[in-house]
């Protein structure tokens, strides 16, 4: 065998070995995905009382498709938590990519009658119908994260605080600016999808706030949710703003883009502020090497406590803190804001 | 009617011999060069807009170096997708995949046991799934006769939801730095981005322009069953032009994975529309038959640009998306207006050569 043979043997077995080892990706769990955290689920034997093994409760539960690490921590949030529990039985949906597939699917979940349905909807007002629904069939509905306008279409609602992830943007950077003593700061903003209410609420927070400390954004651009889109249109507000002094970008997975762009701008002058609370964020504001220096929480870990709600509604039970005899019917998170100081706190929190 | 009259005329330029020589297309150049100029056109007026709008940062000449890279980076990935797009809509097919295709391949080549092979192993894989998927593709469409917009809007749906299944539908961090470094590296001041751009349509331009695949590319677009006679395989053609267009998804992949320095299922969400959009300005013919690797390139970049100048002047995305919208519908306005008059032209000089 020639040298130049042997050399194109063995390639081709490197090919080939490369071949399969993508082959093999389609049977082996090999994505970079992080599991929940045991942070984001609480154990069924923790702390006793409430938690205490009790009636059996079916859960039915559905969300959104995920396409996006958020959304997947929240499923895999719910599932895990719904495991923790010795006496629930979670009956999970795929709800698809549009409103009215998961109004298909969560038809199918209602007639298998679960005792509480646990719902993300695309939209609320999109599947308020189906809350009023279920309700007048005796099903409580927890709706996770995106409310109904009905207020009878849902027994409880847990959700995240899209305003205040707005003001708590806000305020850091107008803090961080009075102390650097910037009296005009420029401003970018990267939204999120800006046809979504969510994300309308988090800007109107954010002009808000920055509007106490008489700032106001210079520049804002709408991306899609996911790390392409956000560094796409971070290279571009970039262009559109040579000097820089704060940027807030409202989602940590399509931060990643974001952070990217910076990086290949080659621009470090500003301080940058996430959204959602994911845990490579937090890591970066940890190590403190890159201009992202906070992020607002909008934590996944809503979708367990509102399996651990469901499970209480289902079992008539209180919230065992609380005076009540009952589940309250809303519960709102703060978005609290992340920073070197307190990162290793939420570390665990992180998705 | 004149639809049927239309369809009759268009497909007069691919009647002649594919093989026997070019002079038909070639004479077809002309009408090209002034469609390229119009473009042009546009382009000059848009950056007129630019400056008139941004006088503060058009006064900064190291700012408008950096911004034209920055144009031309945003055009990068989507004009190596349009290269591929515009040889499979010139071949008479349409491919509603490629963004699913981007996806998928980048998807794949960032897992972490693709990622375990390093730079050479995600770049492999990358093409792979990109040519793959093409391959399929083109397997539908010539030997199980799909209509290639159902073929390949079956592949969307599919390659999008394998995609998700791979990245068990997280966003796949790319830890590796040589293709991170692909986004950031300059060679000579001009961004590597720019430069594989530059391949990649330089490569079209020759084997549309100057070789024999070229010509029957043309010729299967134009007039299939003329094609077939001068003893074109049609059908291997077809396939071919699926994976090319493939392939060149793969290479978008590895572009845009390096620049967003990861890659999800949604990733390249609707590109398959902005290449066709961008091959339409620059004066493809969707029925097929006739199209410019020049002019694709350049309504990419002036789909890039629209994207910078509004972005330059804080004005919604939205915004952006209804006058991109308004330009393609002008574009091709103009497109069947010139050609209706084009073809007017060949039928009379038709009919006197028939008359003497």
Same mark, same amino acid.
């Given at each position: 065998?020639?040298?130049?043979?042997?050399?194109?043997?063995?390639?081709?077995?490197?090919?080939?070995?490369?071949?399969?080892?993508?082959?093999?990706?389609?049977?082996?769990?090999?994505?970079?995905?992080?599991? *929940?955290?045991?942070?984001?689920?609480?154990?069924?034997?923790?702390?006793?009382?409430?938690?205490?093994?009790g009636k059996k409760v079916t859960i039915?539960?559905?969300?959104?498709?995920? #396409?996006?690490?958020?959304?997947?921590?929240?499923?895999?949030?719910?599932?895990?938590?719904?495991?923790?529990?010795?006496d629930v039985? /979670?009956?999970?949906?795929?709800?698809?990519?549009?409103?009215?597939?998961?109004?298909?699917? /969560?038809?199918?979940?209602?007639?298998?009658?679960p005792d509480v349905?646990?719902?993300? *909807?695309? #939209?609320?007002?999109?599947?308020?119908?189906?809350?009023?629904?279920?309700?007048?069939?005796?099903?409580p509905?927890?709706?996770?994260?995106?409310?109904?306008?009905?207020?009878?279409?849902?027994?409880?609602?847990?959700?995240?605080?899209?305003?205040?992830?707005?003001?708590?943007?806000?305020?850091?950077?107008?803090?961080?600016?009075?102390?650097?003593?910037?009296?005009?700061?420029?401003?970018?903003?990267?939204?999120?999808?800006?046809?979504?209410?969510?994300?309308?609420?988090?800007?109107?927070?954010?002009?808000?706030?920055?509007?106490?400390?008489?700032?106001?954004?210079?520049?804002?651009?709408?991306?899609?949710?996911?790390?392409?889109?956000?560094?796409?249109?971070?290279?571009?507000?970039? @262009?559109?703003?040579?000097?820089?002094?704060?940027?807030?970008?409202?989602?940590?997975?399509?931060?990643?883009?974001?952070?990217?762009?910076?990086?290949? =701008?080659?621009?470090?002058?500003?301080?940058?502020?996430?959204?959602?609370?994911?845990?490579?964020?937090?890591?970066?504001?940890?190590?403190?090497?890159?201009?992202?220096?906070?992020?607002?929480?909008?934590?996944?870990?809503? =979708?367990?406590? =509102?399996?651990?709600?469901a499970r209480l509604i289902g079992q008539n039970k209180?919230?065992?803190?609380?005076?009540?005899? @009952?589940?309250?019917?809303?519960?709102?998170?703060?978005?609290?804001?992340?920073?070197?100081?307190?990162?290793?706190?939420?570390?665990? /929190?992180?998705? | 009617?004149?639809?049927?009259?239309?369809?009759?005329?268009?497909?007069?330029?691919?009647?002649?011999?594919?093989?026997?020589?070019?002079?038909?297309?070639?004479?077809?150049?002309?009408?090209? %060069?002034?469609?390229?100029?119009?473009?042009?056109?546009?382009?000059?007026?848009?950056?007129?807009?630019?400056?008139?709008?941004?006088?503060?940062?058009?006064?900064?000449?190291?700012?408008?170096?950096?911004?034209?890279?920055?144009?031309?980076?945003?055009?990068?990935?989507?004009?190596?997708?349009? %290269?591929?797009?515009?040889?499979?809509?010139?071949?008479?097919?349409?491919?509603?995949?490629?963004?699913?295709?981007?996806?998928?391949?980048?998807?794949?080549?960032?897992?972490?046991?693709?990622?375990?092979?390093?730079?050479?192993?995600?770049?492999?894989?990358?093409?792979?799934?990109?040519?793959? %998927?093409?391959?399929?593709?083109?397997?539908?469409?010539?030997?199980?006769?799909?209509?290639?917009?159902?073929?390949?809007?079956?592949?969307?749906?599919?390659?999008?939801?394998?995609?998700?299944?791979?990245?068990?539908?997280?966003?796949?961090?790319?830890?590796?730095?040589?293709?991170?470094?692909?986004?950031?590296?300059?060679?000579?001041?001009?961004?590597?981005?720019?430069?594989?751009?530059?391949?990649?349509?330089?490569?079209?331009?020759?084997?549309?322009?100057?070789?024999?695949?070229?010509?029957?590319?043309?010729?299967?677009?134009?007039?299939?069953?003329?094609?077939?006679?001068?003893?074109?395989?049609?059908?291997?053609?077809?396939?071919?032009?699926?994976?090319?267009?493939?392939?060149?998804?793969?290479?978008?992949?590895?572009?845009?994975?390096?620049?967003?320095?990861?890659?999800?299922?949604?990733?390249?969400?609707?590109?398959?529309?902005?290449?066709?959009?961008?091959?339409?300005?620059?004066?493809?013919?969707?029925?097929?038959?006739?199209?410019?690797?020049?002019?694709?390139?350049?309504?990419?970049?002036?789909?890039?640009?629209?994207?910078?100048?509004?972005?330059?002047?804080?004005?919604?995305?939205?915004?952006?998306?209804?006058?991109?919208?308004?330009?393609?519908?002008?574009?091709?306005?103009?497109?069947?207006?010139?050609?209706?008059?084009?073809?007017?032209?060949?039928?009379?000089?038709?009919?006197?050569?028939?008359?003497?």
């Amino acid at each position: 065998m020639t040298q130049h043979r042997r050399d194109l043997s063995r390639r081709r077995l490197l090919l080939g070995g490369a071949a399969i080892g993508a082959g093999t990706l389609l049977t082996a769990c090999t994505s970079n995905e992080a599991e *929940p955290t045991a942070a984001q689920t609480k154990a069924g034997d923790a702390g006793g009382g409430n938690s205490a093994p009790g009636k059996k409760v079916t859960i039915g539960f559905s969300a959104p498709a995920a #396409d996006h690490g958020w959304m997947a921590a929240i499923t895999s949030n719910a599932k895990a938590q719904a495991a923790a529990y010795s006496d629930v039985e /979670l009956k999970s949906v795929e709800a698809g990519a549009d409103a009215a597939t998961q109004r298909a699917a /969560l038809a199918t979940l209602l007639s298998q009658k679960p005792d509480v349905i646990v719902l993300l *909807p695309h #939209d609320g007002k999109e599947l308020n119908a189906f809350g009023l629904e279920a309700m007048k069939a005796g099903v409580p509905v927890v709706n996770l994260d995106r409310a109904f306008p009905d207020a009878l279409a849902y027994r409880t609602q847990i959700k995240g605080d899209n305003y205040g992830m707005g003001v708590s943007a806000g305020r850091y950077i107008g803090e961080q600016m009075k102390a650097k003593g910037v009296t005009n700061p420029i401003i970018g903003e990267i939204a999120g999808i800006d046809a979504l209410e969510l994300t309308q609420e988090r800007s109107a927070g954010f002009r808000d706030e920055l509007a106490v400390y008489g700032f106001k954004v210079a520049n804002r651009r709408a991306a899609e949710f996911t790390a392409d889109t956000g560094q796409r249109e971070a290279a571009q507000l970039l @262009q559109a703003l040579p000097k820089l002094d704060a940027l807030w970008n409202h989602d940590d997975d399509q931060g990643i883009g974001v952070l990217a762009a910076i990086k290949q =701008a080659n621009r470090t002058e500003f301080i940058m502020v996430g959204g959602a609370g994911a845990k490579a964020a937090i890591e970066a504001i940890q190590a403190d090497n890159s201009v992202l220096k906070a992020t607002v929480t909008y934590s996944p870990s809503m =979708a367990s406590s =509102a399996i651990s709600l469901a499970r209480l509604i289902g079992q008539n039970k209180g919230m065992s803190d609380l005076v009540e005899l @009952q589940v309250p019917k809303e519960i709102t998170l703060t978005s609290e804001t992340i920073t070197k100081e307190n990162a290793s706190a939420y570390l665990k /929190l992180g998705f | 009617m004149t639809d049927s009259t239309a369809t009759a005329v268009r497909k007069t330029p691919a009647q002649p011999d594919p093989e026997a020589g070019t002079s038909w297309w070639r004479g077809d150049g002309s009408e090209s %060069v002034r469609r390229n100029l119009g473009l042009l056109g546009v382009l000059v007026a848009l950056v007129v807009i630019g400056i008139v709008t941004r006088p503060d940062l058009y006064g900064d000449s190291r700012w408008v170096s950096d911004n034209i890279f920055a144009i031309l980076k945003l055009a990068s990935v989507i004009g190596v997708v349009t %290269v591929g797009m515009t040889f499979v809509i010139i071949g008479g097919g349409i491919d509603l995949s490629v963004g699913a295709i981007v996806a998928l391949a980048g998807v794949w080549s960032t897992t972490l046991a693709t990622q375990s092979f390093g730079a050479g192993g995600m770049i492999f894989t990358a093409l792979t799934v990109g040519v793959g %998927v093409g391959l399929v593709n083109g397997l539908l469409i010539s030997y199980g006769r799909l209509v290639p917009f159902i073929a390949t809007l079956a592949m969307l749906v599919a390659a999008r939801g394998l995609a998700a299944e791979i990245s068990n539908k997280q966003t796949q961090v790319s830890a590796n730095d040589t293709i991170n470094g692909i986004a950031s590296t300059e060679l000579l001041g001009i961004p590597m981005l720019v430069y594989l751009l530059a391949v990649v349509v330089v490569t079209g331009w020759v084997l549309l322009n100057r070789t024999t695949f070229g010509r029957r590319t043309v010729a299967v677009g134009g007039n299939p069953e003329a094609a077939r006679l001068a003893g074109i395989n049609v059908k291997l053609h077809t396939m071919l032009l699926y994976a090319l267009s493939g392939l060149c998804g793969g290479i978008a992949a590895i572009m845009l994975t390096a620049q967003a320095n990861s890659a999800q299922a949604a990733m390249a969400n609707l590109y398959e529309l902005d290449a066709i959009a961008a091959a339409i300005i620059g004066g493809t013919l969707l029925s097929g038959g006739r199209g410019t690797i020049v002019g694709s390139l350049l309504g990419v970049i002036i789909f890039a640009t629209i994207t910078n100048l509004f972005a330059i002047n804080d004005l919604s995305v939205e915004a952006q998306n209804m006058v991109k919208g308004g330009i393609i519908v002008v574009a091709v306005l103009v497109q069947q207006f010139r050609f209706k008059s084009l073809t007017q032209l060949l039928h009379r000089n038709n009919k006197v050569t028939t008359t003497t």
